[in-house]
């Protein structure tokens, strides 16, 4: 099995990618108040395109400076001015440097946008997310104009980055977020035709599709990371997202990246929500206990044939190549290890076996008060707090070169959370 992660994979539209390992796409908070990207965003990915990975996705690029996941986030909200152009295309040019393919996240927030940015962000429906903290606004529903230009954004974004050099898109419609809502029962209360059956709630994403596609022709990949499910009662279920594959797999997508959960019911990362989790209807295999979502793959591979990325919860490389071989996996998304190892996949592929596990080390509390992460608000507070590290882990590699893993949970909190009243503070 030596070899499989260092196999090319070939895609629909013919790009192939130089090997199976991925980064997954890890928000980053470094582009301007403005949303225009950095020379820390360059550092950055030149560091990942050294790491040896075969394709690196960026962090989420927004399409509504008003809809921003986190201040920080690069926006593409209209066709680019020409400093605009130059900055995406230095970005595209440091991140495809030793020659990896570099996808475009592109994404809009929906209700799960910050308080601090908009308190009443644009949804499906005025469906508040379920938190306490006050960390998100009350959402306000869509008017049908306002769902028709946000598709017609997704198609701006996806040729401006082309344009810009990036090898790929995904569209973002996993982890709670805007087309997320949209196909979820729970979210989406709508009577017109977004709402409703699946095919209703599945249309914004696959009108997104034929825009994106439209705007970057038959040859240049077209990804879209997908819940396998919400994990959440009344959620979007994985015979919903079986559905919805086949669906992508018509429209000429390229790649589905399998995730799952949102804020509310964080099963991306492992991590257990407030309320019990929704169990999927998904046969259990016993080779694959530390990826979350390669049972969810195995059985989506029966229905599609379009190349898979699994990601989450990846550490052994032996679980990498059976998730390979067993055929659940195409791609294997990597994502926190890659906050500190930048070259994790050149050490994978290079015959390490195992990448470390900081999830497992990471508390905002000492070892003694751990007890308090069985209160239930505050294990999302803990939640979020470990979140800031691996945003601050970004931070110092892209503006120093060199992670700072010694940093404290706690530490790490103070420093995103001053850079983000900073980043606030200065938004046009
Ligand atoms: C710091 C950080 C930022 C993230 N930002 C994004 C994002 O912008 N878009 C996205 O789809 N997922 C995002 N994720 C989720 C990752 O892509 C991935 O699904 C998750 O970390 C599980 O993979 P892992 O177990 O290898 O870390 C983020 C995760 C982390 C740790």
């Given at each position: 099995m030596d070899n499989l992660l260092a196999q090319t994979v070939t895609l629909p539209c013919g790009a192939t990618l130089p090997n199976r390992l991925a980064k997954a796409a890890m928000t980053e908070?470094?582009?301007?108040?403005?949303g225009i990207p950095t020379e820390a965003l360059e550092q950055l990915y030149g560091l990942w395109s050294d790491g040896g990975a075969g394709m690196l996705l960026s962090g989420n690029i927004q399409v509504?400076?008003?809809?921003?996941?986190?201040?920080?986030n690069v926006v593409?909200?209209?066709?680019?001015d020409a400093a605009m152009q130059q900055a995406l295309s230095s970005w595209a040019k440091a991140a495809t440097r030793k020659g990896n393919h570099f996808w475009a996240q592109i994404s809009h927030a929906g209700r799960q946008t910050q308080a601090n940015v908009n308190p009443h962000p644009k949804a499906p429906?005025?469906?508040?997310?379920?938190?306490?903290?006050?960390?998100f606004g009350e959402p306000v529903a869509l008017t049908v104009a306002e769902i028709e230009d946000i598709v017609r954004r997704f198609g701006v974004c996806a040729a401006a980055v082309k344009a810009a050099g990036f090898t790929g898109v995904q569209v973002h419609a996993a982890h709670g977020y805007l087309l997320s809502e949209f196909l979820s029962p729970r979210t989406n209360l709508r009577t017109?035709?977004?709402?409703?059956e699946l095919a209703n709630r599945a249309r914004p994403l696959l009108e997104i599709i034929a825009a994106v596609r439209a705007a970057v022709g038959p040859e240049f990949p077209v990804s879209v990371k997908l819940?396998?499910?919400?994990?959440?009662?009344?959620?979007?279920a994985f015979e919903d997202s079986l559905q919805v594959a086949t669906w992508l797999e018509a429209a000429s997508v390229d790649l589905i990246e399998i995730s799952g959960g949102t804020y509310e019911q964080p099963k991306l990362m492992g991590m257990e929500g407030l309320e019990e989790e929704e169990k999927q209807n998904v046969a259990e295999s016993t080779?694959?206990?530390?990826?979350?979502f390669v049972d969810f793959a195995l059985a989506m591979q029966e229905k599609v044939s379009i190349p898979l990325m699994v990601t989450g919860g990846f550490r052994r490389r032996a679980a990498m190549e059976q998730a390979v071989a067993g055929g659940g996996a195409d791609l294997i998304g990597l994502g926190r290890?890659?906050?500190?190892?930048?070259?994790a996949p050149a050490r994978l592929l290079g015959g390490l076996d195992e990448l470390p596990r900081y999830e497992q080390e990471?508390?905002?509390?000492?070892a003694w008060l751990?007890?308090?992460?069985?209160?239930k608000a505050l294990r999302a507070v803990t939640g979020f707090a470990v979140q800031f590290w691996y945003y601050a882990q970004l931070d110092a590699l892209g503006k120093t070169?060199?992670?700072?893993?010694?940093?404290?949970v706690f530490a790490a909190t103070r420093r995103v959370m001053s850079l983000q009243k900073e980043l606030l503070a200065d938004r046009p």
């Open positions: 908070g470094l582009a301007t108040p403005a509504d400076a008003d809809h921003l996941e986190r201040p920080g593409i909200d209209r066709e680019p429906s005025a469906v508040k997310v379920g938190l306490p903290g006050g960390q017109d035709q977004y709402g409703g819940n396998s499910a919400d994990f959440q009662k009344g959620g979007f080779m694959m206990r530390e990826a979350y290890p890659m906050c500190v190892m930048t070259d990471l508390s905002l509390f000492p751990s007890f308090l992460e069985g209160i070169g060199q992670a700072a893993p010694a940093l404290s």
